[in-house]
């Protein structure tokens, strides 16, 4: 069973469900059925939205393959909650006029370094399970 990749990424999904909304909630303010129209907001919450699904399916993935080859519960929860931060992070910073890039820059600092270290964890948990 996948219960650590269950919660986290339910929570990764409530918080892209909610800047799907933003940019949904955007598009009818400002009356813009493809891309931004030239509004800054709009721009703003397509690549917050953008950002999160083209990053984050990675983090699940390699999340799930930890649990699934028997990671320890707190190995997979982690990297999770450092995920759900590093996003949270980027979402605000890339969303707030003007865009605050130190909060946009830690948010990818989180998201990269979570990356890397599933990466890392998952090599090194399969090496040591075939070889230990």
């Known amino acids: 069973m996948l219960i650590v990749t269950s919660i986290i990424a339910s929570i990764l999904t409530l918080i892209f469900v909610r800047l799907s909304f933003a940019v949904i909630g955007l598009r009818r303010k400002n009356k813009v059925g493809l891309g931004s129209g030239g509004h800054e907001d709009l721009e703003r919450a397509i690549r917050a939205q ?54 946009r820059i830690l948010g990818m600092k989180f998201t990269f370094n979570t990356l890397i270290t599933l990466v890392v964890l998952n090599l090194g948990w399969v090496f040591y399970k075939f070889f230990g």
């Open 50 to 103: 953008g950002n999160f699904a083209e990053y984050v399916p990675f983090g699940i993935i390699l999340i799930a393959c930890l649990e699934l080859n028997g990671a320890p519960w707190w190995l997979v929860a982690l990297p999770g909650m450092t995920l759900i931060i590093g996003r949270l992070i980027h979402a605000k910073g890339i969303n707030v006029p003007p865009p605050d890039f130190s909060k």
